[in-house]
């Protein structure tokens, strides 16, 4: 899995390459200042709301009062490290949504942009069908919904977790891996949707290298570190740069 972790980041590497010597920047810049907007905008409210939902939970059960009263170090340490946990879950709670929100609204694009590459390597071209546009839309849409009910028993077993002290701490990264991996799902599933798998052989074929989908996600989200152009970057680049594993994964 490690090794396939690898390929997928340096895919990105080689997709920037890619989009630049064939000048899909009309593909990348459009769909990508859309992701930004709408992610500054659903970070603005998702921030003001989570601190108060936190703040709200923390006064109803009177955990400052209690621990005031007890005046012990540790406990105020222990109870401080678990409030950070809560609000790095909340982000990636809101990563989740929004991923999907956005998955759902860009699998035209996306859709294009993985086949658009692929006709490039293949030198040919694959003939546009709406019927089977709007095929690939509906299955995107179902995979989507599908990995969002199983990424939410995750994500609330973890936030569960969360709550036991110390144990509790190692939740946000498990949160990031499974976040990582859903993305990642995603953008391989367009690759597997044109070679003629059905959702379930989709599946089996992610599963079977769950490295690709986890580093191509997790790739997608260090970009989020720089501003504005990582958020534009990261969709596109990540459609791409999944393309390109697949392809290496198959010659090999």
């Not at 690709?212 to 501003?227: C, R, S, T």
């Amino acid at each position: 899995m490690l090794k396939e972790i690898i390929i997928a980041i340096q895919s990105y590497y080689r997709a920037h390459h890619f989009i630049r010597e064939h000048r899909l920047w009309r593909w990348i810049i459009i769909p990508g200042v859309l992701y930004m907007l709408l992610f500054i905008t659903g970070l603005y409210f998702f921030v003001g709301s989570s601190n108060d939902a936190v703040n709200y939970l923390s006064n109803l059960i009177g955990i400052d009062r209690w621990l005031q009263e007890q005046k012990n170090p540790f406990l105020n340490f222990l109870f401080v490290m678990g409030n950070i946990m809560v609000r790095l879950l909340l982000v990636f709670f809101y990563f989740s949504f929004f991923k999907y929100f956005f998955l759902i609204v860009g699998s035209p694009v996306f859709a294009y942009l993985s086949e658009k590459t692929e006709s490039i390597l293949e030198g040919r071209d694959f003939p546009f069908s709406f019927r089977q546009l709007l095929k690939d839309i509906l299955r995107g849409i179902r995979l989507s919904l599908r990995n969002m009910l199983w990424q939410t028993v995750y994500t609330v077993s973890i936030l569960i977790l969360s709550f036991i002290p110390v144990v509790g701490w190692v939740s946000p990264m498990l949160s990031l891996f499974t976040e990582c991996y859903y993305y990642g799902f995603s953008m391989v599933d367009y690759s597997c949707e044109r070679r003629k798998l059905s959702p379930a052989e989709s599946i089996r074929f992610i599963t079977d290298h769950k490295g690709l989908a986890i580093g191509n996600g997790l790739l997608f989200y260090l970009m989020h570190a720089v501003p504005v152009l990582g958020w534009i970057l990261a969709p596109t680049y990540a459609v791409v740069a999944a393309t390109l594993s697949v392809r290496q994964i198959e010659n090999k």
